[in-house]
């Protein structure tokens, strides 16, 4: 079967330059990229297989914001700002946890029900016209695809719903059963000292693969190609080379990896790499399913966040793959670090005159051209005053 999804002609004539240098040290365009990309697009949070109770919850700080998704006693998974309608503090403190019955504020202690709905405040009587109904936790927008739990900060937004975003892709996937996977080590974090464009830029092309990731080269090399963003979605795939093996993870990766019953033969000995404007990637192995995502903390730092799934009856050998997998990812992102700083860092020299990207790299193109779509002073080659910014951008997004 032939591996493409959708079959994309590379244009023969190309604006091959990458965004403007200056877009990277930017705060004033951070706060653009937060309100235009992050707070609007949807964002994964987690799975629903960290949450499986009553009383599970999950949290996520990032862009300013506090997301709370609880599993109610109905065992529905719900979305809230994690601010109490008090005097706005965290209801919950911990990034994952089981709050049994109701969610009680630390701060002084108003409950609010599983459901979001508030039960009550402490010491009732000093709040004599409070009306409970009004002061419910505030919902988010969430939506759960094939078991990942997406969330909106900002209700409505530039996208549809994440189902039918994902529509070109879902055949592909759900040969995985992602919703009836578990959690294999849980939620990770990491904070990489780069503007979160540069790490994005990094995993959007597969051009750097033979050079920098001896251990990927060495499972796939060749065979690794991307499809552009489309629609807010990419998708790159790579199928094991038949001679794969000079390293000692990806040799006992493919001795080991047992064969993959329940995925079509093009899938079997299959990495596939689905992105998701802006800022997430949600991969599959025949052995687990992952995300990962990155955050902007600041213009120069970023938080890294995913986790990987495995299936519930996993067998030893699956697990021993799934293992091997792991630390070739691992790796990868380390070598991906090294590269994303080297590149962020010469756009405060005075010499960088801006990427030349080579066909391999048009996924780069096609996720700036979808920035640029949300942030049209990206178009400006020479960065405008930070003061300037927002307005700028607002005239420039009235007119397109
Ligand atoms: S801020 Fe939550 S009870 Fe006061
Ligand atoms: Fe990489």
Same mark, same amino acid.
């Given at each position: &079967?032939?591996?493409?999804?959708?079959? +994309?002609?590379?244009?023969?004539?190309? #604006?091959?330059?990458?965004?403007?240098?200056?877009?990277?040290?930017?705060?004033?365009?951070? =706060?653009?990229?937060?309100?235009?990309?992050?707070?609007?697009?949807?964002?994964?949070?987690?799975?629903?297989?960290?949450?499986?109770?009553?009383g599970d919850y999950l949290t996520m700080d *990032?862009?300013?914001e506090r997301a709370l998704i609880v599993r109610g006693?109905?065992?529905?998974?719900r979305g809230f700002n994690n601010m109490c309608r008090h005097r706005g503090s965290r209801v919950v403190a911990d990034s994952q946890g089981n709050c049994k019955n109701a969610l009680v504020c630390p701060f002084h202690g108003w409950v609010y029900n599983l459901d979001g709905t508030l039960r009550g405040a402490a010491r009732p009587r000093s709040f004599?016209?409070l009306d409970k109904t009004e002061f419910g936790l505030m919902p988010l927008?969430?939506? +759960?695809? &094939?078991?990942?739990?997406?969330?909106?900060?900002?209700?409505?937004?530039?996208?549809?719903?994440?189902?039918?975003? &994902?529509?070109?892709?879902?055949?592909?996937?759900?040969?995985?059963?992602?919703?009836?996977? *578990?959690?294999?080590?849980?939620? @990770?974090?990491?904070?990489?000292? %780069?503007?979160?464009?540069?790490?994005?830029?990094?995993?959007?092309?597969?051009?750097?693969?033979?050079? $920098?990731?001896?251990?990927? !080269?060495?499972?796939?090399? $060749?065979?690794?190609? #991307?499809?552009?963003?489309?629609?807010?979605?990419?998708?790159?795939? $790579?199928?094991?080379?038949?001679?794969?093996?000079?390293?000692?993870?990806?040799?006992?990766? %493919?001795?080991?990896?047992?064969?993959?019953?329940?995925?079509?033969?093009?899938?079997?000995?299959? @990495?596939?790499?689905?992105?998701?404007?802006?800022?997430?990637?949600?991969? +599959? &192995?025949?052995?687990?399913?992952?995300?990962? !995502?990155?955050?902007?903390?600041?213009?120069?730092?970023?938080?890294?966040?995913?986790?990987?799934?495995?299936?519930?009856? =996993?067998?030893?050998? !699956?697990?021993?793959?799934?293992?091997?997998?792991?630390?070739? #990812?691992? #790796?990868?992102?380390?070598?991906?670090?090294?590269?994303?700083?080297?590149?962020?860092?010469?756009?405060?020299?005075?010499?960088?005159?801006?990427?030349?990207?080579?066909?391999?790299?048009?996924? %780069?193109?096609?996720?700036?051209?979808?920035?640029?779509?949300?942030?049209? +002073?990206?178009?400006?080659?020479? $960065?405008?005053?930070?003061?300037?910014?927002?307005?700028?951008?607002?005239?420039?997004?009235?007119?397109?």
């Amino acid at each position: &079967m032939n591996p493409h999804l959708r079959d +994309v002609a590379i244009p023969n004539d190309w #604006d091959r330059r990458g965004l403007p240098g200056w877009s990277y040290h930017s705060d004033a365009l951070l =706060e653009l990229e937060k309100e235009h990309v992050f707070r609007n697009h949807w964002q994964i949070v987690g799975h629903v297989c960290d949450i499986p109770d009553a009383g599970d919850y999950l949290t996520m700080d *990032v862009v300013g914001e506090r997301a709370l998704i609880v599993r109610g006693k109905d065992g529905v998974v719900r979305g809230f700002n994690n601010m109490c309608r008090h005097r706005g503090s965290r209801v919950v403190a911990d990034s994952q946890g089981n709050c049994k019955n109701a969610l009680v504020c630390p701060f002084h202690g108003w409950v609010y029900n599983l459901d979001g709905t508030l039960r009550g405040a402490a010491r009732p009587r000093s709040f004599p016209d409070l009306d409970k109904t009004e002061f419910g936790l505030m919902p988010l927008d969430l939506e +759960v695809w &094939m078991g990942f739990i997406f969330v909106r900060f900002r209700n409505g937004g530039p996208q549809p719903s994440v189902a039918e975003l &994902m529509k070109p892709i879902e055949p592909e996937f759900s040969h995985y059963n992602a919703a009836d996977m *578990v959690p294999s080590w849980g939620i @990770w974090t990491q904070k990489t000292p %780069v503007n979160w464009k540069s790490v994005r830029d990094v995993d959007n092309e597969g051009y750097h693969v033979a050079m $920098a990731h001896p251990a990927l !080269q060495d499972l796939y090399g $060749a065979t690794y190609f #991307d499809e552009p963003f489309i629609n807010g979605v990419s998708r790159s795939f $790579a199928t094991y080379n038949p001679h794969a093996g000079r390293r000692w993870s990806v040799k006992n990766y %493919v001795k080991i990896a047992p064969e993959p019953t329940h995925l079509p033969d093009y899938l079997k000995k299959a @990495w596939v790499y689905y992105g998701i404007f802006p800022n997430a990637v949600i991969s +599959v &192995m025949p052995e687990s399913v992952q995300f990962y !995502q990155e955050f902007p903390l600041s213009t120069g730092e970023t938080l890294l966040r995913g986790a990987i799934y495995r299936y519930r009856d =996993e067998s030893r050998e !699956q697990a021993a793959a799934r293992y091997l997998s792991f630390r070739i #990812d691992r #790796d990868t992102m380390a070598e991906d670090v090294q590269l994303s700083v080297w590149s962020n860092e010469s756009m405060l020299s005075e010499a960088f005159e801006g990427f030349y990207l080579s066909d391999l790299e048009y996924g %780069v193109r096609t996720h700036h051209d979808h920035l640029r779509k949300m942030l049209p +002073v990206l178009g400006l080659e020479t $960065a405008p005053e930070e003061k300037d910014m927002w307005n700028l951008n607002d005239a420039l997004r009235s007119r397109s």
